[in-house]
């Protein structure tokens, strides 16, 4: 602890190195020259870094996208295999009645059915009178009916949605309009 009547402890001083005559001292413009060039070199580097790193999460981005596009019906092909087991089985029956093929094809229908739902395959079968939709249903024909003008009269073959988004839209007739 220092008292006051002592005095802090200095280091010693250092004698000072005389300078040759010819070297003077850098000029302020020098050291700001050199202090740029320093800064940017610093950051140069760190670009060239920034640059590679972005450059390695595209290259990542692209492999993962086309993963995922080569693997992406995996699921889907995977739920579908049942089905052509069952079918598979059924032509491997070829005396078998009418009756047990017939529930047979039902049982099939309904696993193509659970694997589409597991898939987000929607069934698109609008009932009669309901406002025809361009977006989901595809008119084959306009007939007189006794309903409202541009509603369903009737579906031709059902269509399907894929994650609200329609892989084919039903084929339906549509009422006329009255005159």
């Known amino acids: 602890m220092i008292n006051d009547a002592q005095e802090p402890y200095l280091p010693p001083e250092q004698p000072a190195t005389p300078q ?6 850098e000029s302020a413009a020098e050291v700001q020259l050199s202090e740029l060039q320093a800064e940017l070199s610093t950051l140069n580097d760190a670009f060239l870094r920034a640059k590679a790193e972005a450059e390695n999460v595209r290259r990542r981005a692209e492999e993962e996208v086309s993963r995922a596009r080569k693997f992406a019906v995996e699921s889907f092909a995977e ?3 049942p089905v052509m087991d069952s079918l598979q089985a059924a032509i491997a029956m070829p005396d078998a009645k009418t009756e047990t093929v ?7 229908l309904r696993q193509l ?8 395959v929607v069934e ?3 009932p009669a009178g309901t406002k025809f939709d361009p ?4 008119a084959i024909s306009v007939v007189p009916a006794e309903q409202e003008p541009n509603t369903v009269v009737a579906v031709l073959q059902k269509g ?9 839209p039903a084929l339906v007739t549509v009422a006329a309009a009255k005159q």
Do not use: M
Not at 20 to 25: D, G, H, I, L, T
Not at 102 to 108: C, D, K, N, S
Not at 160 to 168: G, P
């Open 20 to 25: 040759p005559a010819e070297v003077q001292p």
């Open 79 to 81: 739920s579908l295999l």
């Open 102 to 108: 017939l529930e047979g094809v039902h049982a099939t």
């Open 113 to 120: 059915t659970s694997a589409l739902e597991r898939n987000r």
């Open 124 to 126: 698109v079968a609008p």
């Open 135 to 138: 977006h989901q249903h595809q």
């Open 160 to 168: 399907y949605l894929i994650a609200d988004r329609v892989l084919r």
